[in-house]
Nanobody
Framework: QVQLAESGGGSVQGGGSLILSCAASGYDFRLCTMGWYFQGPGKERELVSSVGRNGTTYYTDSVKGRFTISRDFAKNTLYLQINPLKVEDTGVYYC????????????WGQGTQVTVSS
């Protein structure tokens, strides 16, 4: 059974940092691009960062310089470091794998809430 399990969300003060993790199981995700999607309040879920099979990374313009994506192929785990956090980073972060597009992916995690206070 394919499973993506996010962790690391929570309530953080602006200017702080956070590392989200996504443990993947049930499939050989080394074959796929993996990424993080963000859904702000009242907004559509959208891809913000991804890392390919060869380690190539992508960041949407609004997060460049603050988000760092990485993956541990041996542990089948995906990470997202956010530093510094801004109030507008508040929302739900979803881990996803395979077939990534701006709003779509083949496999999804359940999401982890991040709340940033000013």
């Amino acid at each position: 059974q394919v499973q993506l399990a996010e962790s690391g969300g929570g309530s953080v003060q602006g200017g702080g940092s956070l590392i989200l993790s996504c443990a993947a199981s049930g499939y050989d995700f080394r074959l796929c691009t993996m990424g993080w999607y963000f859904q702000g309040p009242g907004k559509e879920r959208e891809l913000v960062s991804s890392v390919g099979r060869n380690g190539t990374t992508y960041y949407t313009d609004s997060v460049k310089g603050r988000f760092t994506i990485s993956r541990d192929f041996a542990k089948n785990t995906l990470y997202l470091q956010i530093n510094p956090l801004k109030v507008e980073d508040t929302g739900v972060y979803y881990c996803a794998a395979c077939g990534l597009a701006r709003h779509l992916a083949n496999y999804w995690g359940q999401g982890t809430q991040v709340t940033v206070s000013s």
